[in-house]
């Protein structure tokens, strides 16, 4: 009897905790989370431009935030922001939880597991947010930060080959990226708008920004599984390093700002997503 009665107990705080998550509160909030993480890829698509033209600044998400820093309402904007991304944080959490129980156990199993790695982007994002509005965070060292980590991790038992893995990771992640946006299998996630012209502009937003986006990737894991197999683990340097070592190539200037490009239409695809996403599924 005990035994039922703590199963019982288990499974209304389990519902308690589902209902809360669900709530019309934090789905908004978590919707706000798609803008906020669209913000930010607009900022590091215009900084790709930037460095495109021979300008300066860092490619990343930390350079993006201070960015939004540096704005009038700078402040303001990064605990906005990190409230949205830490709402999608947690929206994606529970969906990886408590969601997707009538789907076969493989199909479950997949989206439970993309729920959980949304949820770690942007709880990662959420946390950048919150070192920028809290004064720690810094725009100006991202290429060492990934470089010191790259070397401590290679100096760990196993650790050459975790990179290894996490870099072909990161470069097949890119790889399906660019797969969904070419398939547009992105609209399925969306309540697509009623008007034809509607429906092509966020169709274009979406091919061109996952593309994009999956270029990106694909380039920063080549980087991270490169630096770690030839122990060169300054060659290791994140999204930043990424775009760079992009530019650097024969019409390098050229592919990096047409992947800026890019990444604004993804940004601008996100923000468009705040509106449009199916957040029950």
């Not at 800026?260 to 509106?275: D, E, K, N, Q, T």
Request: aromatic content about 6%; some cysteine.
């Amino acid at each position: 009897m005990k035994g039922t009665a703590i199963k019982r107990e288990l499974r209304q705080a389990a519902g308690a905790a589902e209902n809360a998550t669900n709530s019309r509160t934090l789905e908004l909030l978590a919707r706000a989370g798609f803008a906020a993480s669209g913000i930010l890829h607009l900022l590091v698509g215009a900084i790709a431009i930037r460095l495109a033209m021979g300008g300066t600044g860092n490619a990343d998400f930390s350079g993006a935030v201070a960015e939004l820093a540096s704005q009038p309402a700078g402040p303001f904007l990064l605990w906005a922001s990190f409230a949205a991304c830490a709402a999608l944080a947690l929206w994606q959490t529970s969906d990886a939880i408590f969601d997707y129980s009538r789907l076969p156990t493989k199909e479950k199993a997949g989206k439970k597991a993309k729920a959980a790695a949304q949820a770690l982007v942007f709880a990662g994002l959420a946390l950048t947010l919150m070192s920028f509005a809290r004064g720690t965070g810094s725009g100006g060292d991202n290429q060492q930060a990934a470089s010191d980590l790259t070397a401590s991790v290679m100096k760990a038992p196993g650790g050459v080959a975790l990179l290894v893995l996490l870099g072909v990771g990161i470069a097949v992640t890119g790889v399906v990226y660019g797969i969904r946006g070419l398939r547009k299998s992105f609209e399925k996630h969306l309540v697509m708008p009623a008007s034809s012209t509607a429906r092509t502009a966020v169709t274009v937003l979406g091919v061109a920004g996952y593309v994009a986006k999956g270029i990106v990737l694909l380039l920063t894991g080549l980087l991270i599984a490169i630096a770690a197999l030839q122990a060169h683990p300054e060659e290791s340097t994140g999204l930043d390093g990424g775009l760079r070592a992009l530019r650097d190539q024969p019409f390098g200037v050229y592919l990096l700002a047409a992947v800026g490009v890019g990444l604004i239409c993804y940004g601008v695809f996100m923000i468009v997503r705040a509106r449009l996403a199916k957040m029950n599924q």
